[in-house]
């Protein structure tokens, strides 16, 4: 499948932040689980300034939550301007594609 089929497939993605992962499973656990669980794909975001381990632990909450979808770990700054996100599926992940786990 091409990254343009798998892109145009997916419905439901789950953004996920490593820096406030702990304290939003820990104060609304049950919201984030569904979230996860619903996601077609899953992107850790702000990869630039997480520690290794926050992005790490972030994985691992989303692979036992749902271990059916792709995992990517993107920067937000990286490749993403909001004009590709308005022309092209392309553009709009490239910084996700290139990192993936």
């Known amino acids: 499948m091409s990254r343009i089929e798998f892109l145009t497939n997916t419905r439901r993605i789950a953004l996920l932040n490593p820096l406030s992962m702990d304290m939003l499973m820990t104060v609304i656990e049950p919201l984030m689980t569904s ?4 996601a077609d794909l899953i992107l850790i975001n702000k990869s630039d300034i997480a520690s290794p381990k926050q992005i790490e632990q972030s994985r691992l909450t989303a692979e036992d939550t749902n271990p059916a979808p792709g995992v990517m770990v993107i920067s937000a700054k990286d490749d993403l301007e909001p004009r590709d996100c308005e022309s092209n599926c392309e553009g709009r992940f ?8």
Request: glycine share 0%; no cysteine.
């Open 35 to 38: 979230v996860i669980r619903q």
């Open 94 to 101: 490239k910084s996700a594609l290139v990192r993936r786990i």
